[in-house]
């Protein structure tokens, strides 16, 4: 038994991880990361995972476990991306850009006809609000991402008004909770997960776009050229697949489910609960909860992997 | 050994089955509907001098009165009454003690969603308003009683002056497991000219109700965050009522079609929600999972307005996080979701001095 689970395990395809910097023409520097398990993975209809403003990479693949890894796994080479703000990327000054300048020139580093795209959240909204009508796209996966924007909470508005400090909610008890509150309510979590991706896996908006978002957030739209946000996502073609967390307390699924209605193209809607998958999955939860794995990857894979 | 565990669990359970009687000052009412069914209300007086409006609540499906006035300590109706508001409770057909079907007496099945906005609800409103002398009175609704309220202003119904809706949904097509259940054994198991039997498995359900400490009830209907089990556990005895199969029907539709619609489909009440200008503050709470905060929010845009969003989670200020039932029952209620209720009321008409 222990022979052939050791034969299995040295027979499996590697998983390799590649970085590259990828310039973009306003002299930003993003960070990218290529998964590919095998030989010869299917690099026709790439995968392209995008995390929300404040997460990193980690929000896909932390400490060898994530969606990256899982989507690789089904034999597709998967990017994931940080756009300007994100991780090792450079600094942010306007949200814009990451959909006009970063989301396009990934997608002409990647330089492959059609690819997917997985997005979260408010980073979600922005790149595909901006690059709607690109013909590269070909299905999307959107956790939790808001059409019509509003201040979540309370307690969401003062985390911005201070400026969005990822790194300052580790140090108490307090800022634990307001972790906790916005990012991982009530969620089916390994603490060490929680409290390792608080310390690693975020990074700190900085002012100007805490102060954008927040703009965002209260006005209900964000200004982009030629046609607002919720107008390009209004006229959403796309297949999607649109995935709500019930518990997300920072972009909560109230201000993403209109999307079904608004937008004339196919999106599949799929809410959870605690009452039949056993977590709420909020906005890390749906991502490195426990149930993740088994509960959020599979919708996606399926979807993703229907032609 | 197991059998005496097993005996003390039953004893211990059992301490909170018994019925609440309702105190002396609440006054019983029946008035008649234009089809024949008398409709149970409670009045409670104002303690003190009047600060405003009457009152009138209604409970959601599967429910009764007792929603809205379990017990001295989660009683909405009693809270208003005790800041100075005429209070009211009302049983839709069929439910807590209104008329129950009877053929020979020509109440006969099947009941519909669209015979509580269309007769149970304006009756209990003219019944508040000739009683109590006011020109218009105030509505609190939890879950469908919420959406009754829809529909009848919707439609262009009159005598609210300001309304709050607690949990009440417009949409329930969200991708949920337990819709594609609901959507596939429903019409198997519903028929029109049934009443589906809630009480039976709730009396079945009840002793065992404090058992466990994250079961599905916990999961579906409340969170203990919020609402002790006890207190739950209650509601579940003697808050629960038989639902009609017609009204299952109806509002499996709503799951069916994603439209909130008349039973033969004619009028869209969402879309006439448009024409609703009396104040409405729509409540939902973070972690309900019968009407999930998408659900609430489509109803909150559907109206016209004047209205108010109010999300109830700690984020918010919230000691805890709610469910569905947390809405009216929570320990917390009276503080988190009453008094912005109430307040909301009086803002749209100074209390009288």
Same mark, same amino acid.
């Given at each position: 038994m222990i022979a052939w689970v050791v034969l299995v395990a040295l027979a499996a395809p590697e998983l390799t991880i590649s970085h590259r910097r990828v310039d973009t023409a306003d002299g930003v520097a993003l960070a990218l990361y290529r998964y590919r398990v095998g030989a010869q993975p299917n690099d026709s209809c790439p995968i392209l995972l995008v995390p929300d403003l404040?997460?990193? %990479?980690s929000a896909f693949d932390f400490e060898g476990k994530g969606l990256a890894r899982a989507l690789a796994e089904t034999g597709r080479t998967v990017y994931v991306v940080e756009l300007r703000g994100q991780g090792k990327s450079g600094p942010a000054d306007s949200l814009e850009k990451l959909g006009t300048i970063d989301f396009p020139r990934v997608l002409e580093v990647i330089g492959a006809p059609h690819l997917d795209v997985v997005v979260q959240g408010w980073a979600g909204s922005i790149v595909l609000a901006a690059n709607a009508?690109?013909? %590269?796209?070909r299905k999307v996966v959107a956790l939790n991402t808001p059409l019509l924007a509003e201040v979540p909470s309370a307690l969401a508005e003062r985390f911005l008004l201070e400026g969005g400090h990822f790194s300052e909610l580790g140090s108490s008890p307090e800022g634990r909770t307001v972790f906790d509150e916005l990012f991982a309510l009530w969620a089916e979590l390994d603490p060490h997960t929680r409290s390792a991706f608080l310390a690693n896996g975020t990074r700190d908006l900085s002012r100007p776009i805490a102060n954008e978002l927040l703009a965002w957030m209260r006005t209900g739209d964000l200004p982009l050229p030629e046609r607002s946000l919720v107008t390009r996502l209004s006229s959403w073609k796309k297949p999607t697949l649109l995935l709500l967390g019930l518990a997300d307390g920072f972009a909560p699924p109230e201000q993403c489910a209109v999307w079904r209605e608004r937008a004339p193209g196919p999106i599949q809607l799929r809410t959870f609960s605690r009452v039949e998958t056993g977590d709420d999955f909020a906005h890390l939860s749906i991502l490195l909860g426990r149930r993740a794995p088994t509960m959020v990857y599979p919708r996606i894979i399926g979807f993703l992997e229907d032609r | 050994m197991k059998a005496a565990i097993a005996f003390t669990l039953v004893l211990t359970s059992c301490a909170n089955l018994r019925v609440v009687p309702l105190p002396a000052e609440a006054e019983r009412h029946r008035p008649k509907t234009s089809d024949g069914w008398e409709i149970s209300l409670v009045r409670y007086r104002p &303690? =003190?001098? #009047? $600060?405003g409006r009457p009152v009138l609540l209604c409970h959601g499906i599967s429910a009764n009165e007792r929603n809205m006035d379990l017990d001295d300590e989660h009683s909405m109706a009693r809270w208003f009454a005790s800041r100075g508001r005429e209070a009211w409770t009302m049983s839709v057909r069929a439910t807590g003690d209104s008329d129950r079907p009877d053929p020979e007496k020509g109440r006969t099945l099947p009941i519909r969603f669209d015979h509580y906005w269309q007769h149970d609800l304006p009756t209990a409103i003219e019944h508040v308003k000739r009683v109590s002398g006011a020109d218009a009175i105030d509505y609190a609704g939890h879950s469908m009683g919420g959406m009754i309220a829809y529909a009848y202003l919707s439609q262009g119904g009159n005598g609210l002056h300001a309304v709050a809706t607690l =949990?009440? #949904? $417009?949409?329930?097509?969200? =991708? &949920?497991g337990l819709e594609s259940l609901l959507r596939t054994l429903g019409p198997k198991v519903v028929t029109e000219e049934m009443m589906f039997p809630s009480r039976l498995g709730a009396s079945v359900s009840a002793p065992m109700q404090t058992w466990f400490d994250d079961g599905p009830f916990q999961r579906f209907f409340y969170n203990p965050e919020s609402t002790k089990p006890e207190t739950w556990q209650r509601l579940v005895v003697y808050g629960t009522a038989d639902t009609a199969g017609g009204v299952a029907k109806q509002l499996l539709e709503v799951i069916d079609t994603g439209r909130f619609a008349s039973f033969d489909g004619r009028i869209d009440f969402r879309a006439d929600m448009a024409r609703i200008h009396v104040p409405v503050i729509v409540v939902a709470a973070k972690l309900d999972r019968v009407a999930p905060t998408p659900a609430v929010k489509d109803g909150f845009r559907a109206l016209g307005g004047p209205k108010k969003w109010l999300l109830i989670t700690r984020a918010n200020g919230a000691s805890g996080e709610y469910g569905h039932m947390d809405l009216v029952i929570g320990e917390r209620a009276p503080a988190e979701v009453f008094r912005p209720v109430l307040d909301f009321f009086n803002q749209h008409e100074p209390p009288r001095i």
């Open positions: 404040g997460f990193t %990479r009508d690109d013909p %590269r796209l | &303690t =003190g001098a #009047p $600060t =949990g009440s #949904p $417009t949409r329930l097509d969200w =991708g &949920t």
